[in-house]
């Protein structure tokens, strides 16, 4: 190795010990073709799934494969308002961003007809109420023009029916 | 050494993907690539790919990819975040060891949701380069330039790369700029970052690109003419780009030498140079004789999908080969700054056999 020796006006001066570097990237995200077909339904206060043509499975929001296929999902199953909650949690921290009042509880709803639970709000019941096999149904935004999210349902929320038998959601526990 | 052969290779190109998510892009590639020698993900030992979160904007982008491939039963599966040429240097080392004797390799990258300029700086030295934000056509020039100031090369050099390549891409279904120029007209363009040029520097593309690899009888049985790979290596240069002389690039020299390109006529290369000066650094330092075609499909000159475009050039090579169109050939891929890594493959027919 060769010995490394500053130039003299350096000799002595302070070592930068660390640096910020901000950086910043914009990107725009394309949903693809299957899922901007979902999103284009949502906007009609419709959930519209899609279908694989070799295990049968129906997957809401569909993302144009089946995932353990491996081929085009192209069947699309209209899908109820209506489902199970399959799992939950209650948020009590808080966090940056946080746009919900303390605690609030985030479910996978597993929606009648479909073979994959989407992740949303639940409403309109104490939260130490919620519980797997819970049966739930959306409440959309108010307006006859929805933006094309799945915030434009508010919430899900209990529908008072019997909980769900566990052999009809337990593979997704 | 085991004989490994590309036993099969399908790619797709685009100026912008503009409605396809990436799981849309790459599952028709890859299930044109395994139609082709008719076989399932359940039939593959290895599957392998390249991609970078940084294009898609997404963190482990890759995984959700998956859905493309079909991945149940679960599958033995790596990632390489680089170009897929590098996952095909990872499957040949999986076949290499005995843990497979078949592998699918796939990349696929969509420049067109982020800026690839701005996304490309992210790869310098975090310190004193990246914070500049020099974009890599900048980068490109400086090497160009450096080439002009050595003489070693002149600007009509450059565009007589560039009017090759777009003529050969009239021929290539997958490019996305392609039309005969002559050089004096391409030397009247005005400059993009001198002395570069539009037709110096490659076109935004989205893509994606699929290979199958197979060991001995199994390739045999898979493919009528299988591309042989005889050599394959990747070396890489310092990342500091004032550490470097930009005329040369001895990672490719090295990669050649290892891969053994001079012990024998090379047909075709298919140099992944997405600037056309680089073509002139990259094609030297192979030490190609003046008899090789170069570049047939255009090159990245034409489309440069980012991550698969080393990957395509394989497979390209390959393609030759399987079609009798070639004998012996040479694909380059190549990553980072100014050719600063390279990869080097050398594929045969069989010869006599």
Known sequence: MTELSLPARFEGVEMIQRVRIPARLAYEFTAGVATSRFLRQVVRKRL????????????????????????????????????????????????????????????????????????HLIGEVPYDEVHMGMRVEAVWEDGDEMEPTLEAIRYFRPTGEPDADPATYGEHV | MR?????????????????????????????????????????????????????????FSFVMTLDAIGPWPPIRESHVDMDGAWALYEAWVKIQMGAADTALVYAYGKSSPGDIRRVLSRQLDPYVTAPLWPDPDALAALQARCLLDADMATEADFASVAARSLAAAEA????????????????DEAYLASPLRRHDCPPVTDGAAAVILAAGDRARDLCERPAWITG???????????????????????????????????????????????????????????????NPSGGALVANAVMAAGLVRIGEVAERISSGRAGRG???????????????CVLEGDRGR
């Open chain 2, 172 to 187: 290539n279904p997958h490019a996305v700029v392609a039309g005969a120029r002559s050089v004096e007209d391409l030397l």
């Open chain 2, 232 to 294: 394959i290596d990747h070396r890489i240069d310092p990342h500091q780009l004032g550490m470097r002389d930009l005329t040369a690039a001895p990672s490719v020299r090295v990669a050649a030498e290892r891969a053994g390109v001079a012990d024998g006529p090379v047909d075709v290369a298919e140099l992944h140079t997405p600037y056309s000066h680089q073509e002139l650094i990259v094609r030297r330092e192979l030490g190609l004789a003046d008899g090789t075609e170069v």
């Open chain 1, 48 to 119: 519209v799934g899609e279908r694989c043509p070799v295990c049968t499975k129906v997957y809401v929001p569909p993302r144009g494969a089946c995932p353990t296929c491996g081929v085009a999902t192209a069947e699309q199953v209209e899908l109820g308002h209506t489902g199970t909650i399959t799992s939950y949690c209650i948020v009590n921290v808080a966090f940056y961003g946080q746009a919900m009042d303390l605690p609030y509880v985030s479910a996978l709803v597993l929606l009648d007809g479909s073979d994959l639970p989407i992740m």
């Open chain 2, 3 to 59: 004989d490994v052969a590309v036993v099969a290779f399908a790619q797709s190109a685009s100026a912008q993907e503009g409605d396809r998510n990436e799981v849309e892009v790459l599952m028709p590639v890859v299930t044109e690539v395994r139609d082709q020698v008719g076989v399932t993900t359940a039939d593959l030992d290895f599957v392998c790919s390249g991609s970078t979160d940084y294009q898609a904007g997404v963190p």
């Open chain 2, 330 to 344: 040479v694909a380059h891929a190549t990553s980072g700054p100014c050719l600063q890594q390279n990869l080097v």
